[in-house]
């Protein structure tokens, strides 16, 4: 008997998702098959093909819907202008500031140190950060990437909330300032301030929807991804300049979910990774 000339068939309509190394090899001599043989050779491979589709669909987990994004403000939706560093000094004094900041890697909470001070100490420590908040003010710039970012989030209907540890009047200026609006809006007049996790469950019961369908966005270690973490959210540290990749941070408590160095990076890291169906 002589032998049909054979070669691979290559099927052309499989979609992208299927690579063609993990579907069955058939081996034809499709150039010399009957035309009344080509039905039931096109059926088996069209079988094949869902069987495998459906496999594969099945051992991999869904994307968790995204219902809503929390971000952060100084430092995140806005380009750092307060020095902090400097702040923390005139507050605490130098001796004071470096013996905190050695037991504390992930930062200092200059709110928690001072809040169980006597209350005229306590004015003046407001005082003084009040002083530095408004130097910021006068420098306030919108982080690039920032109006883009809700641009998209808008455009699939996903909510935008924001929580700041600076004063409400900052928040009001941001508004303005830029034309874009987050809701709720919290400042540090909402009591208990993030690194508790109480503002972004807040957020999270006036949308209406669970932590883990919400994530923070932020440049804090010590504040945004410890409020994220603690409510249950999924987290998004965003790291300009890598300092975060320190060894110093290596054992920190908390550790963001995602980290990026721009908020241009963030609707890729959501797109990837969540479901954003409007």
């Known amino acids: 008997m002589r032998c049909l000339p054979t070669k691979q068939f290559q099927p052309q309509s499989l979609p992208p998702s299927l690579s063609i190394t993990n579907i069955p090899h058939f081996t034809t001599a499709t150039n010399s098959l009957p035309s009344s043989s080509m039905p039931l ?20 987990s869904p994307k968790t819907r995204l219902r809503g994004v929390v971000f952060d403000m100084d430092g ?37 140190e ?4 006597t209350p005229q ?10 002083d530095y908040e408004r130097q910021g003010l006068n420098r306030l710039q919108i982080m690039p990437g920032a109006a883009e970012l809700c641009g998209l989030l808008d455009s699939k209907n996903i909510r935008r909330g924001l929580i700041t540890r600076n004063v409400k009047s900052a928040v009001d200026l941001f508004h303005e300032r830029f034309g874009i609006t987050f809701s709720p809006a919290l400042s ?13 469950l807040h957020i999270c019961s006036v949308w209406d929807v669970l932590p883990n369908e919400v994530i923070m966005v932020g440049d804090s270690l010590k504040d945004d991804v410890a409020c994220g973490k ?10 300009e300049t890598g300092r975060y990749d320190s060894p110093k941070y290596a054992d920190v408590e908390h550790k963001p979910d ?3 160095t721009s ?9 990837v990774n969540f479901d954003l169906s409007p």
């Open 76 to 112: 995140t939706l806005t380009v750092p202008a307060i020095d902090f560093a400097a702040m923390y000094r005139a507050v605490l004094g130098e001796h004071e500031y470096n013996r905190i900041k050695s037991q504390n890697p992930s930062g200092i909470d200059i709110l928690h």
């Open 230 to 239: 603690r409510a249950g959210a999924f987290t998004c540290l965003l790291d």
């Open 188 to 200: 540090r007049e909402f009591r208990p301030y993030k690194p508790d996790p109480a503002p972004l």
């Open 114 to 117: 001072i809040e169980n001070w």
């Open 121 to 130: 100490k306590q004015r003046k420590a407001f005082e003084t950060i009040a």
């Open 263 to 271: 908020l241009a990076e963030v609707y890729s890291i959501l797109e």
């Open 258 to 260: 995602f980290k990026v």
């Open 41 to 60: 050779f096109s059926s088996i491979l069209s079988k094949t093909a869902t069987t495998r589709s459906l496999l594969m669909s099945s051992s991999r």
